[in-house]
């Protein structure tokens, strides 16, 4: 089959995009807004974009609170959402009002960070403390601003629990990262295989 996005012409009961650019990791963006409220949300638009320097992407469909606490204190956290914190991490995704913490309506514990002032989940496996690079309001071809934005972060800070360390490195099957496929469908890395690049 084939259709063109513009006339979404597929024919499907459900739009098929986000289950073809799949399985895409989950980053549970922990914030604090102006007056310190903390405030921690998931969004499946996310993932590093380069390693010298590290730097992390997650987009929101939405200027939602997560955005607004970025461009107003320059900091956030990406806490893993792994298996055992699915639940909760399914509860802080609902809609609920800007004084509402999602730590608090979750059940989670926050934890201090080293390099910045947002706090990250205390059960999450890894977390990476970030300082805002930029946030962009994307647009289409036709130059129309959408209703969605890109947030960009440099890590300056990365939490590992040693419990997901070994031979040096670390087991992802140890504590099964979540990742978001299409529809309301969820996915959780329990193997993997390696593969060397060939020698030219």
């Known amino acids: 089959m084939f259709y063109e996005t513009e006339k979404n012409n597929h024919g499907l009961p459900h739009n098929p995009f986000k289950a073809i650019v799949a399985p895409r990791p989950i980053g549970w963006i922990s914030t604090l807004d102006g ?25 929101s469909t939405g200027y939602k609170d997560s955005v ?3 461009d107003a204190t320059g900091e956030f956290v990406c ?5 055992d914190l699915k639940d909760e ?15 608090d309506l979750s059940g989670l514990d926050m934890a201090p960070c080293r390099l910045v002032k947002a706090p990250r989940v205390a059960k999450a496996v ?6 805002h690079l930029q946030t962009l ?3 289409g071809l036709d130059g129309a601003e959408t209703d969605s934005y890109m947030v960009m972060g440099q890590v300056v800070g990365v939490h590992i629990d040693d419990s997901v360390i070994v031979d040096g ?4 099957t140890r504590y099964k ?5 299409g529809y309301m469908d969820y996915g959780v890395v329990t193997e993997v295989f390696q593969m060397a690049r060939p020698k030219v």
Do not use: Q
């Open 35 to 59: 007056e310190g409220r903390a405030n921690l949300a998931p969004y499946s638009f996310f993932n590093c974009v380069c390693d010298r320097p590290p730097i992390v992407m997650f987009s």
């Open 68 to 70: 607004a606490n970025v």
């Open 79 to 83: 806490n893993m959402a792994s298996w």
């Open 89 to 103: 991490m399914n509860v802080s995704s609902a809609a609920v009002p800007h004084e509402t913490s999602e730590f």
């Open 126 to 131: 890894t977390a990476l403390e970030c300082k």
């Open 137 to 139: 309001h994307l647009k």
């Open 169 to 172: 490195r670390v087991d992802v």
């Open 177 to 181: 990262p979540l990742s978001r496929l």
